[in-house]
């Protein structure tokens, strides 16, 4: 089966049950068997993209809350194992959630799609070159999961931020790009 592209005014997360038609934006679902089959397409897309929002990071939870002190420390330091320049893992004191932001310097095309797979707890953005990710963690850092539309209307409120999300179902495998509908007469 080829790869098949559904446009949609509105937000429509794959995961969600409460879509909303607003039409601010934008979701763009490539969908086929798998995640590995809707890879290639993806990885075409992905290269267009990167003209406009060259920078890709993943935002997302850290785990659970630690519950102790030994709990965090280790947390802290596996993700400090991992890091590379430019990430941040930080905890949101009002909610003693950490979350994190990654930069992910690698193109898709030397990714393997089996290590992704859907997730509440995160989301890959890709951003343009004049915006802040340390805006975006202020933002976002009150979250714990993405789990409603109105989490998308916060990652994207910028104007400046692509989402992509991905899922690997047992007979489906779909990639989801959601932004704001200004992006959608941007030529590549």
Request: charged fraction near 20%; include cysteine; charge should be positive.
């Amino acid at each position: 089966m080829k790869t098949v592209f559904i446009y949609e005014d509105g937000i429509y997360p794959w995961d969600q049950g409460c879509p909303s038609d607003d039409k601010d934006y934008i979701t763009l679902t490539l969908l086929n068997h798998t995640l590995i089959e809707v890879w290639p397409s993806w990885c075409k897309l992905e290269l267009l993209l990167m003209k406009t929002w060259p920078i890709v990071v993943s935002w997302g939870t850290f785990g659970i809350k630690p519950y102790s002190k030994t709990q965090e420390y280790l947390a802290l330091k596996s993700f400090s194992k991992k890091a590379g320049p430019g990430d941040t893992l930080k905890k949101n004191e009002a909610t003693s959630i950490y979350s994190y932001i990654k930069y992910i310097n690698t193109p898709a095309t030397k990714v393997d799609p089996s290590t992704l797979g859907s997730t509440r707890g995160s989301v890959r953005l890709m951003k343009t070159p004049n915006s802040e990710t340390t805006d975006l963690w202020q933002k976002l850092s009150a979250l714990d999961y993405i789990s409603t539309t109105d989490d998308f209307r916060l990652i994207l409120s910028d104007n400046a931020t692509l989402s992509i999300r991905f899922f690997n179902g047992e007979t489906y495998g779909a990639i989801q790009l959601i932004c704001h509908s200004k992006h959608k007469k941007t030529s590549y």
